[in-house]
């Protein structure tokens, strides 16, 4: 099952009335509900913004036997949009090929994989004549990666759960999510009063939850040797950094190309960032336009490769969770501006005007425009409460990890849909994170082990008698 819905590439694309996030993602969630479907659940389709495949919710007697219905709901939270493949994959990133005990493919662990482990933890309780109190709906949504809008749209129409978990983070409990800040920083980019070297266009990254793994620019010259001299320039700094830079004509200009490798963005120092790489390259180089220059010598001042944002003056950090995490996720550059798209995670005790004040001194210096794009919220339970306890308590039974504890991320899940939530899983402890990234992949004995822990989960959670 997994495997066939690997297949499909459901990045979100431009949409229609019929399919808001393109036919890859409605592909996908029809695969889920006719699978559903077919195995006796019920379904709901919420005009193809999101859905949810449920059973149960019936009162019953101390016999077993029902006697009445519960609206109460126990939601399950994931996602089946997947942020776009990148390059440089060993295996076709929607071939689904088994290699060593693992599925590769995009959207493996980030989110399908999990999906589809809670949909058979549902499916063997059913299968087992597990009747639960509360409705236990594994809801569906589709654009995760990219602004949330259909679960927004669903949760208009359909019931919050009252208590639940997404399959979307890492082992044991997220009881807390920093909060996600998304903006740009733009420049003014006027025409240049000299002649010399021009910076034609420059773009890089996909996403502005990803760390960027690819950036490109396209340069200018009438002079004959500035290209050799850029060769040149690309060759040392290849050798001395051991980054990959490569430079190629490309009829009358230059084109420079930078490679990075791809992560998540609330987890930036598993990757290397294409555009940092090639803005400290840039810094090498003397445009005509002072503009240019300055964009390119404010970048490298002030971003970098940091990745807690100091100096941009907003390292911000609190006990809780710890420090700000600042990510870059695209950029462009043209001749009328030059925009960064900066993701940034910040402390579960602040919020998003901590952060724009931080950062506007360095902003105003440099005379940028701040352009707000989106704010999540952090998120927090305590440690001790009843549905954490519960929670660990069944990770332990399953692993026997005594060790791992409860534990707060920068990324940001559908545990913030509604109150009562949190992030359950999937990544255990010690594997390797490669949400985001090329040859994504999922250990098939580790989906079977968090299929268990999740039947358990949902066998206590629906419990009448827990009171959370």
Known sequence: MLQELLAIRSVREPGTADMPFGKGVHDAFLYMLDRAKQDGFDIENIDNYGGHIEFGGYHLDEDGEIIGTNEEVLGILGHLDVVPEGNDWDFPPYGAEIFDGKIYGRGAIDNKGPVVASYFAMKVLKEAGFIPEKKVRLILGLDEETGWKGMDKYLQKAKKPSIGFTPDAQFPVIHGEKGILVFELAKKINKATAKGLELRSFKGGSAANMVADHARVVVRSDQANTYDQIKDEAARYRTEHQRKVNVKGVGKSLEIATQGISAHGARPESGLNAISVMMDFLGKLSFANDDVNEFIAFYNEHIGFELDGASMGCALSDEASGNLIFNIGMMEMGDEAGIITVNIRYPVTMDEDAVYDAIMPVVNRYNLGVVKLSNQSPIYIPKDAPMVNTLMDIYRNHTGDSESEAIVIGGGTYARAAENLVAFGALFPG??????????????????????????????????????
């Open 431 to 468: 594997q390797a994170d490669v949400c985001h990234q090329k040859n994504e992949c999922i250990e098939i004995d580790k989906m079977v082990l968090m299929c268990k822990i999740y039947a358990d989960a949902i066998y206590e959670l629906s419990k009448p008698e827990n009171d959370y």
